[in-house]
């Protein structure tokens, strides 16, 4: 079956470090989804991906989609506080999600 | 939020004994879905719903059934709960309108002891 694979599996960065989390799917897929979840909440939508090599931007935020569409990052430039939690892809198959095991991020203020 | 509840919240159970966990709706959603998260494994489908009474299973749905007699309500029943279920239980529903995507409930957590 599909099999989503994400690294790396921790990350501590100092506040106003960038950090980088990347995916990486076993199949092609038809898009491919990012989640956040802070500590002790549920996991939130952030953004979805569609098109081979797409861009998006959401603030310090970046997502690509790699030309294959096998493969995702998520990139955050100079990292606060408030982005601690854990960072998910998820690709879509058929009916389901299939999540990778995230990202956590900590960041040393 | 999409009007998504889950109940209980927090469970501790013994070894042995049946536990329904409810995953309620308010927005008429097609699609339902049971996950659980445990460290280093992200989240896991265990069974997710299509329509009432239309139910698939998903990749870690051994020990589980789960049913859907009404729309809004989606049920996860652990028939004898085990250690190995301790975890944290996440319902979601799929938004298909504009961007297809899930939203998901508050969690269970589940502790069996």
């Known amino acids: 079956g599909q099999q989503v694979m994400q690294i790396p599996q921790y990350q501590h960065v100092q506040e106003g470090e960038d950090f980088t989390t990347y995916c990486n799917s076993s199949?092609?897929?038809?898009?491919i989804q990012w989640y956040k979840q802070r500590p002790g909440g549920h996991p939130v939508f952030l953004i979805q991906?569609?098109?081979?090599?797409e861009v998006k931007k959401q603030k310090r935020l970046t997502f690509q989609f790699g030309e294959a569409k096998k493969n995702s990052s998520l990139h955050i430039t100079a990292t606060q506080t408030t982005d601690v939690g854990t960072y998910f892809c998820?690709?879509?198959?058929?009916?389901?999600?299939?999540f990778g095991a995230g990202t956590i991020l900590r960041v040393k203020s | 939020d999409a009007g998504i509840t889950q109940s209980p919240r927090h469970k501790v159970t013994e070894t042995g004994t049946p536990v329904t966990l409810r995953c309620h709706q308010t927005?008429?959603?097609?699609?339902m879905y049971w996950y659980r998260q445990d460290p280093g494994h992200g989240l896991r489908l265990i069974h997710y719903?299509?329509?009432?009474?239309?139910?698939d299973k998903g990749e870690v749905s051994d020990g589980y059934s789960v049913s859907r007699s009404k729309t809004e309500d989606f049920l996860l029943t652990l028939e004898s709960a085990t250690s190995s279920q301790t975890s944290v239980y996440f319902c979601?529903?799929?938004?298909?309108?504009?961007?297809?995507?899930?939203?998901f409930g508050p969690g269970t957590r589940l502790t069996v002891l």
């Open positions: 979601a529903i799929r938004r298909t309108s504009g961007t297809d995507t899930q939203y």
């Open positions: 199949t092609t897929l038809s898009n």
């Open positions: 991906l569609v098109k081979s090599g």
């Open positions: 998820a690709g879509l198959g058929g009916n389901k999600l299939v």
């Open positions: 927005e008429n959603h097609r699609y």
């Open positions: 719903s299509y329509g009432v009474k239309d139910t």
